[in-house]
């Protein structure tokens, strides 16, 4: 079975800095895949940006863009996604999650793996 653990959220003001991480618990999974989605209290899980496991091409939300990198390390098993210039509407539960199927997705249900979800505030 795999789990993801999500780590590195917090409290931060608006123009910081946050880096969020996810390791795998298993080193050899067929992901192909790897994406962070967030969710605000009373909103729909949402996408925010995903990496191609082979060979590290990106896909970022458009409200993201420019001010989050995605971005993956091998030999660790892990996913990062680095968060600047924050902002007051970045608030939610940041998820990390899996996808084995192939293609790109941007929707929460062709995920097969998930975290627990780590919390980020960002305050004004």
């Known amino acids: 079975q795999v789990q993801l653990v999500e780590s590195g959220g917090g409290l931060v003001q608006a123009g910081g800095s946050l880096r969020l991480s996810c390791a795998a618990s298993?080193?050899?999974?067929?992901?192909?895949?790897m994406g962070w989605f967030r969710q605000a209290p009373g909103k729909e899980r949402e996408f925010v940006a995903a990496?191609?496991?082979?060979?590290?091409?990106?896909y970022y939300a458009d409200s993201v863009k420019g001010r989050f990198t995605i971005s993956r390390d091998n030999a660790k098993n892990t996913v990062y996604l680095q968060m600047n210039s924050l902002k007051p509407e970045d608030t939610a539960v940041y998820y990390c999650?899996?996808?084995?199927?192939?293609?790109?997705?941007?929707?929460?249900?062709?995920?097969?793996?998930w975290g627990q979800g780590t919390q980020v505030t960002v305050s004004s």
């Open positions: 990496i191609r496991w082979s060979g590290g091409r990106t």
């Open positions: 298993v080193r050899t999974f067929s992901r192909n895949y």
């Open positions: 999650a899996a996808r084995l199927g192939s293609g790109s997705s941007y929707y929460s249900h062709e995920y097969d793996y």
